[in-house]
């Protein structure tokens, strides 16, 4: 039996959308990576409303992917990013299950 593959972590993911398309991307630049990134944030919507759950594996799989092209075009580490922001609980009130009033974004 093969090596079953490791686990894909946040960091490893990032770095192999890099290795896949990082010089695409930078050719392509932020804006037009973004607007990738909003397609496919519409395709989900419409996986969510009305698709399979095959489909929807593959429009998450999408947004995540050119979610981690843009950070890498512009060079953020998205691990960094959630450690720092949610690592330690929510942003809002610091706790690990949300105590945050309804009314606020968290
Ligand atoms: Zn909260």
Known sequence: MPDPSPPITIANFQRLIREMYLEKDLARGVDGT?????EEVGE???ALR??????????FADVLAWLATIANVVGIDLTEAVTRKYGTGCPG??????????????
């Open 34 to 38: 973004f607007m990738w990134l909003m």
């Open 44 to 46: 989900l919507a419409g």
């Open 50 to 59: 009305s698709g399979t759950h095959e489909e929807r594996l593959g429009e």
């Open 93 to 106: 009130c610091g706790q690990l299950v949300c105590v945050c009033a309804d009314a606020e974004k968290p």
